[in-house]
């Protein structure tokens, strides 16, 4: 046996662990718990109707108790309380215009079909909606109370919703009049904001390249800022789009994210901007970690978040990047003073002595051009944009965007993650324990997860990441019941229902204080995690959302003697064994006992990785042997523990199998001396019958010998744990002993299970006299002394990993731990699998 410079320590281990200070760094947080789509069967309803798609378009009816639904060609009423369809339209584009958009060009299986775009109520009693329409966007009304559609009666959609499904598109009714933000003809070369419906004159923008270039909408907003104005000021509009961007140099085709805005009372010009926005101005958002170069450009969802007053209006977006080969993304949040700043700033102007863009620095119009009607202008005469003077809005056709840009509040992002495109998110604000205010995020991803953030004190805390949907694909539309406190989710296969918070999950206090959820508290009488907003005060709560973090015993500390159901597992001397430690949480980090006392730091090497904690103990000796325990710590708060008794044994047992067939032999000796005296025949074929038993015995000793098993709990549904040979087929199963193993020339296998028999008993123990599975006469052993990781199985009920154990020198231990993370970070977990039940 080869010794290495560690094997002169008491325990030559190397810890593969979590630095959580590293990994959930303020540019890439992690979750803190991950949940997979098997676990949200109980606490998700979804719907879906088999032939449609596309469940893109949610509206809610808060106080009417109803979700509605736009799809593709298909709208549907569901109940808030139950997801079960309440009613629904059949809206189909007819034949005649479907075979046109194909003969125009257009995909016959993705693009020449009536997709619903627009959907929100128009009064107490109507919606309005508008769908693509296979090319051909269209317009009508819908009837709440008989939920029906006139479709003798269809409005010309353009400008209201967009010809092609997978373009942005964005808008809002506000007293009866539609804003909308689309592409405005059928080739795309077109952008629109428009406002029509209603009793004003429809106004739209300039086709100008300087006002609107290749946009992509995703948001709008309605903001009263003429409530409680003191200077009369106007309501505004405001708009989300990426676009590319026209101020930079000629060869640089950047694109960048804005916000626009229009006032309410805008009327056009009267002979300037006729029936075109007077008031229309736009800005640049910036969203950017400076240090890091690293620029998110791509708005991809806007969410707006009111307060009590219009100036603590807060907007939400979610940004994506390309940094590298990776993608990053990133949410910030920009106040609506620090947007109304820009927009009372300085213009940006094309020089054409220099032929680029930059500050406008001469005398600005009075009026200010793209300012709402106010009482000063009332008074000096101006009583709508139509009777602005020529000069104002030849200024404001001609300077729609504004020098300053929007930075977020803070100056970074208030949310970055890299490995993730964000698609949409919605915020709320949640009131603690303590009865201050938190803003709660929950961001969708483009491959079907969702994200769920809390802003605290010390920066944004990521509670959790949900997989919402089993087949990987966006999260579309994302919309929040302040009532009913769920979450709708729509995407192409189906709308899902959440409730906000599943505080039932955290099964100990420390995991419910630590999940930082401000829906979340722990009852102390209960001794159970409870949602605050149902809770019926029966007992006092336990909540810890400040600046220190939350210990629920502090006087506790780990007891030796404490409950742990312990694994059994014998290894042979020499044998490098593998304990893996399973943490709930994704913070926390494993802390290693040895009978009693924590293993000192000098002895193991930290290897950062976000989903391995494991203990390798390298070269197995009898001072190896005794009680180990994994515990969870976050904090300083001790969560789940697991526990292994190892036993290391110098002189391997011979086990029942390989007993088994001597036993047999010693019989047929029996019967065959009874019988010599009746039949000579009988004992010629006895003789033969056992030659080839020999041989048999010594193929299958061959077939067995190079393998070393330790027995682990089985799960419970598990009736005849088996061990099978790599090198046998499934029904050459053999039943072994709990204590039994068996090893010569290389190589370990780990099967999670205790062994029994078929008829229920517990196997003899072995003799001592023998290694199990070969002849009596083995050839000596030879000690492994390095893990090579060539070949990792699976199995579909209890999955084990098998090491091969090779006889080379010990490699760097860095090396080891580096092959060991690589390796069995390819293992998928079990689904039915218990982190009590299942090893490796």
């Known amino acids: 046996m080869a010794a290495g410079p560690l094997r002169l320590s ?91 958009c194909i ?60 010809y092609d499904p997978a373009k942005g598109h964005t808008g809002l009714i506000v007293d009866g009049e539609l804003y909308s933000a689309t592409l405005n003809n059928f080739l795309g070369t077109e952008s629109v904001i428009l406002r029509n419906l209603g009793l004003h004159y429809s106004v739209k923008t300039e086709h100008l390249a300087t006002w609107l270039n290749e946009p ?81 450009n791509r708005l991809q969802g806007t969410f707006t978040l009111n307060g009590d007053h219009w100036r603590n209006t807060s907007f939400f977006g979610v940004f994506q990047a390309r940094w590298g080969d990776v993608d990053v993304s990133a949410v910030c949040r920009f106040q609506i003073e620090d947007v109304q700043k820009v927009f009372e700033g300085p213009y940006k102007e094309y020089k054409e002595q220099s032929q680029k863009w930059g500050r406008f620095a001469e005398q600005v119009p009075f009026p200010r051009p793209g300012a709402c009607i106010t009482n000063s202008l009332r008074r000096n005469g101006f009583a709508s944009s139509l ?42 604000q949640v009131h603690g324990l303590d009865g201050k205010p938190y803003e709660v995020l929950y961001v969708g991803t483009d ?31 994302l919309v929040l019941s302040p009532q009913k406190r769920v979450l709708f989710a729509g995407s192409s296969s ?19 204080i630590l999940a930082k959820d401000p829906y979340c508290a722990w009852s102390r009488n209960g001794s159970r995690c409870v949602r605050i907003d149902t809770y019926d005060g029966s007992s006092m709560l336990f909540q810890d959302l400040g600046l220190e973090p939350a210990i629920c015993n502090p006087m506790r500390a780990f ?34 006992i040895f009978n009693g006392q924590d293993l000192p730091e000098k002895q193991a090497s930290v290897l950062n990785d976000a989903h391995l904690q494991a203990l390798v103990i390298l070269g197995a000796s009898p001072r190896h042997a005794g009680a180990y325990r994994c515990v969870q710590v976050e904090e300083r708060n001790e969560l789940m523990a697991e526990g292994y008794v190892v036993t290391v044994v110098s002189n391997p047992a011979m086990s029942l199998e390989a007993r088994a067939p001597l036993e047999t032999l010693g019989l047929v000796w029996m019967v065959v001396i009874a019988l010599a005296a009746v039949c000579l025949v009988l004992l010629l074929v006895v003789l033969s019958l056992r030659r080839r038993l020999k041989e048999e015995l010594e193929k299958g000793s061959k077939v067995i010998e190079s393998t ?38 290389g190589s370990l296998k780990i099967v999670p299970g205790h062994a029994v028999c078929q008829n229920g008993g517990t196997a003899s123990s072995p003799t001592a006299n023998g290694i199990p599975g070969q002849p009596l006469q083995s050839p000596p052993l030879h000690s492994p002394n390095r893990i090579n990781l060539g070949n990792i199985r699976g199995s579909s009920s209890n999955g084990y990993i098998r090491l091969n154990l090779g006889t080379e020198e010990r490699p760097d231990y860095s090396d080891l731990a580096d092959e060991l993370r690589r390796k069995l970070k390819q293992r998928q977990a079990l689904p039915d699998s218990n982190p009590e039940e299942s090893s490796v």
């Open 10 to 100: 008491l325990l030559a281990t190397v810890v593969l662990s979590v630095d959580v200070s590293v990994v959930s760094s303020w540019w890439n947080l992690v979750p803190r718990k991950t949940v997979a789509y098997n676990e949200l069967k109980e606490v998700a309803k979804r719907f879906s109707v088999a032939g449609v798609s596309n469940y893109t378009t949610l509206t809610l009816d808060d106080t009417g108790g109803l979700l509605y639904v736009g799809a593709r060609e298909a709208i549907f009423a569901l109940r808030t309380n139950s997801m079960e369809l309440e009613d629904e339209i059949r809206w189909e584009a007819p034949a005649e215009n479907k075979a046109e």
């Open 103 to 162: 003969q125009k060009g257009k995909s016959n299986q993705t693009d020449c079909f009536n997709y619903i775009r627009f959907l929100q109520a128009y009064n107490s009693s109507h919606l309005y909606t508008c769908g693509t329409y296979a090319f051909q966007p269209k317009c009508a009304y819908i009837d709440m109370a008989t939920f029906s559609l006139d479709r003798t009666t269809l409005e010309e959609g353009r400008g209201k919703c967009p």
């Open 216 to 296: 992509h909408f995703v948001g709008s907003a309605y903001v009263q800022e003429s409530k409680g104005s003191e200077n009369g000021d106007d309501s505004k509009v405001y708009f989300f789009f990426s676009e590319r961007a026209v101020e930079y140099d000629c060869d640089t085709e950047q694109v960048v994210a804005r916000v626009a805005r229009i006032c309410k009372g805008d009327m056009g010009g009267a002979r300037t901007l006729q029936k075109r926005w007077t008031t229309f101005l736009k800005a640049r958002l910036v969203c950017s970690i400076p240090e890091q170069q690293l620029h998110f």
């Open 387 to 428: 009777e602005l003077p020529d000069n104002t809005l030849n200024f404001a056709k001609k300077h729609p965007l504004m020098d300053e840009v929007v930075l977020p509040q803070g100056n970074r992002p208030l949310l970055v993650k890299k490995d993730a495109n964000f698609t949409q998110l919605v915020v709320e």
């Open 447 to 477: 491959n079907g997860w969702l994200h769920k953030a809390v802003v605290l004190p010390t920066g944004i805390h990521l509670i959790e990441e949900l997989q919402i949907f089993d087949q990987a694909q966006p999260v579309k539309s």
């Open 494 to 512: 189906h709308v899902l229902q959440l409730p906000v918070a599943d505080c039932s999950k955290y099964r100990s206090c420390a995991d419910c």
């Open 559 to 592: 007891r030796p003697g404490s409950k742990v159901i312990a694994k059994n597992i014998t290894v042979m001397v020499g044998t490098d064994l593998v304990l893996p430690c399973r943490l709930t949480s994704n913070l926390a980090k494993a802390r290693w």
């Open 708 to 745: 070393l098993v330790y027995p682990i709990e089985l799960p419970k549904e598990s009736k005849s744990p088996t061990f099978i040979p790599s090198t046998t087929s499934d029904s050459d199963e053999k039943l072994w002993d709990p204590a039994s193993y068996y090893y010569s020339d």
